[in-house]
């Protein structure tokens, strides 16, 4: 994972200024995790460091060491949710009207070359979780199916070599 601290300009790989996509369950995670790190646990680790604190050497303390670590990975975690939910833009693949095309959030089952089928959603950077089959819209697979439609077949470069994969059906969550 790339440093949390930095301050980043977009997407990695991508222009500067280009948006952090998300769903709007993803940006719900990401604020419910902010505000359990800021208003549940980082006042609890600021009492105990408070108390360790209290007991006088810090040197050879471990319950301040740890809470102090503790607070700054709270800390960093914390500003880079807050960039990171400011640069939000959040897609609600429910309202897309286009859905005989690849967009973000679209589920989409594709054949590989040995007759395997796969079904993935694309879905946002932090979203990503490849045991769910939810692939980030920054991945390669992502990239190369975005605006392709049922039947498209697409070379897709991978680390064994490059394979064809052909779209078998494209799926949007139910409108609101």
Known sequence: MADEDE??????GLPPGTPFYMT????AALTRELHELWHG???KVVEVVSWAAGLGDRSENADYQYGKRRLRQIDSRVRFLRRRLERAEVVDAAKQTRRDKIFFGATVTYARMDDS?????IVGMEEADATQGRISWVSPVARALLGKTVGDVVKLRTPAGPEEIEVVAIAYPAAP
């Open 7 to 12: 301050d980043e300009e977009g997407p990695p």
């Open 24 to 27: 709007p369950a993803g940006h």
């Open 41 to 43: 646990e980082r006042p």
């Open 117 to 121: 089928e796969v079904t993935v959603t």
